[in-house]
């Protein structure tokens, strides 16, 4: 079986180390790839629009589904074009953090960005473990260099979420912090959850109980119609 990481914006460093963090902790095969139009990073409710159609044109191939981005981008749209499961990092990190402690904080790059996870937050119903979304207004594409004075500044705003929050684990707000999950767990001692990784074993658990996304209701294949422009070759 195959599970599928898409990342919504055309950083191919970037999907190397989205690949590299998922295969890591994969028991199947996966394979990630970089969506071939849409924003260099997604830093903005533009940047995710913009981002969608990128996604939805990578919904094929595969067993399984993970779109990796935080903001979960087109997750409702994907799973209604595809019967296998898909994952949105941000949902799936904010089910295993619910696993591992009663209250999480969410750490992210812009402040600008908290406004999508807090809203996410409420769509997936963990306003009451979720003790507040942090910015540390890292720009996504800095990730890509990490090094000790992003991590400490990463630590840094965990730390202070952690007492704030009064939290007990931390959920990293960008799939280019997967690279940094390990490190940020061993300084701060409290889970830290990389949403790339939880997305792919959900993923994983879902294909291999032969489970996939409802073709009944709101997820159910979109009815036919013709797709003008850009979105000619989306159509049904
Ligand atoms: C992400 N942006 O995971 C989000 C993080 C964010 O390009 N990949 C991006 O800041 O929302």
Redesign the pocket.
């Known amino acids: 079986m195959l599970i599928k990481i898409i990342n919504?914006?055309t950083s191919r460093p970037?999907t190397e180390a989205i690949e590299r963090s998922a295969r890591a902790v994969a028991s199947m095969d996966v394979v990630a790839v970089t969506t071939s139009m849409g924003p260099a990073?997604?830093?903005s409710h533009y940047d995710e629009a913009l981002a969608v159609p990128g996604v939805l044109a990578e919904m094929a191939n595969a067993d399984g589904y993970v779109i990796?981005?935080?903001?979960d981008p087109g997750l409702d749209a994907a799973r209604e074009a595809i019967a296998a499961p898909v994952l949105g990092?941000a949902e799936a990190a904010f089910h295993a953090a619910s696993f591992l402690a009663t209250r999480f904080s969410v750490v992210?790059?812009?402040t600008r960005?908290c406004v999508?996870?807090e809203r996410l937050v409420r769509r997936y119903g963990f306003e009451a473990q979720c003790g507040g979304v942090h910015g540390t207004d890292i720009p996504?594409l800095d990730l890509e260099h990490g090094g000790e004075p992003l991590l400490r500044k990463i630590e840094a705003a965990a730390a202070s979420a952690l007492s704030q929050d009064r939290s007990a684990a931390i959920v990293l707000?960008?799939?280019?912090m997967a690279p940094l999950c390990a490190q940020l767990g061993a300084r701060l001692g409290v889970p830290v959850v990389d949403g790339v990784a939880a997305a792919v074993k959900f993923a994983e658990a879902l294909a291999s109980l032969g489970l996939g996304t409802s073709r009944r209701g709101d997820y159910a294949t979109p009815p036919a119609k013709p797709y003008a422009g850009f979105a000619s070759h989306l159509g049904w």
């Open positions: 919504p914006n970037m990073s997604i830093e990796a981005c935080f903001g990092i992210t790059t812009l960005t999508i996870a996504v707000g960008c799939a280019g």
